[in-house]
């Protein structure tokens, strides 16, 4: 996507302060995009707060057939070492 980067747009945090998940955040055409990566060889359990998204949303996780629940822009996922996951949010 080539909409510009919506600074401070999510907040993520990880189960092992040691293994930072790094993320960047678009909007485009109502719909908003977490990008995120875990940065280091190790699995952790990322917690992501993502702003101006409706109380209750769904994470579609591209590419993998999957979806998280997201409330009040909050929402948990794991990662494997050097895991990426895309996030489609409406």
């Known amino acids: 996507i080539n909409s510009p980067t919506v600074h401070f747009?999510?907040?993520a945090s990880s189960s092992k302060p040691e293994?930072?998940?790094a993320t960047m955040t678009k909007r485009y055409n109502g719909e908003t995009y977490?990008?995120?990566?875990?940065m280091r060889n190790g699995a952790v359990r990322?917690?992501?707060l993502v702003s101006a998204l409706p109380e209750q949303a769904t994470a579609v996780v591209l590419g993998e057939?999957?979806?998280i629940d997201v409330v009040?822009?909050?929402?948990?996922?794991d990662f494997m070492p050097y895991?990426?996951?895309l996030y489609r949010i409406r």
Do not use: L, M, N
């Not at 977490?34 to 875990?38: E, N, P, Q, R």
């Open 9 to 11: 747009g999510t907040e």
């Open 19 to 21: 293994i930072p998940v």
């Open 83 to 85: 895991d990426v996951h």
């Open 72 to 77: 009040d822009g909050a929402f948990e996922d």
């Open 46 to 48: 990322a917690s992501f």
């Open 34 to 38: 977490v990008f995120a990566v875990c």
């Open 65 to 67: 057939e999957r979806s």
